[in-house]
């Protein structure tokens, strides 16, 4: 049996790493960099805070998504954050995930869903909203009935 060498293993996973930052850009890097040190301490940001910093840079992760990037770590320093951020959908990404996910319940192809229907799928998707936070979705995204799905996202992400 071969064991990977130490130093190899190490270079494999920085590999992974930088492949993920390169997709940030300079500006984004900068920015992240700003947020990152008003929040942390010593160079390291307490995992409490991961939330607020990357919704500071306009990504919005969810909870589950936030402890599976933290994996259980209590502090992250700022090549791990870099990492966390770029792993996280841009709000392009997020739209093009959200209307997707509204084509798969417009099986006639319309662009419409009804508003019954929308709330079924709110309630009972991923973390599920309450009635209260479903009429709040509606109302800023300015919704008829049925739901014009890409007006209804772009008004609601906008």
């Given amino acids: 049996a071969t064991h990977s060498h130490p130093s190899s293993r190490t270079y494999f996973f920085a590999t992974i790493i930088m492949s993920a930052i ?15 040190s008003i929040h942390a301490s010593a ?3 307490p995992s409490a805070k991961l939330a607020t910093v990357l919704r ?6 969810t909870t589950q998504e936030i402890e599976e990037m933290s994996d259980g770590v209590v502090e992250v320093d700022f090549p791990g954050f870099l990492e966390m951020l770029a ?4 709000p392009d990404q997020a739209r093009d ?16 869903i009804s508003q019954a229907e929308f709330k079924s799928i709110m309630k009972n998707m991923g973390e599920g909203l ?11 995204g300015g919704a008829s009935d049925p739901i014009q799905y890409e007006t209804f996202v772009t008004t609601y992400l906008s």
């Fill in 130 to 140: 309450s009635d209260a936070e479903i009429s709040n979705m509606l109302a800023v």
């Fill in 43 to 45: 160079g390291k940001l």
């Fill in 87 to 90: 792993k996280c959908p841009t």
């Fill in 97 to 112: 995930d959200v209307l997707a996910a509204f084509r798969a319940y417009d099986v006639a192809q319309t662009g419409t």
């Fill in 56 to 61: 500071s840079l306009n990504v919005n992760p």
């Fill in 22 to 36: 390169e997709l940030l850009d300079e500006q984004q890097i900068e920015m992240a960099r700003e947020c990152f």
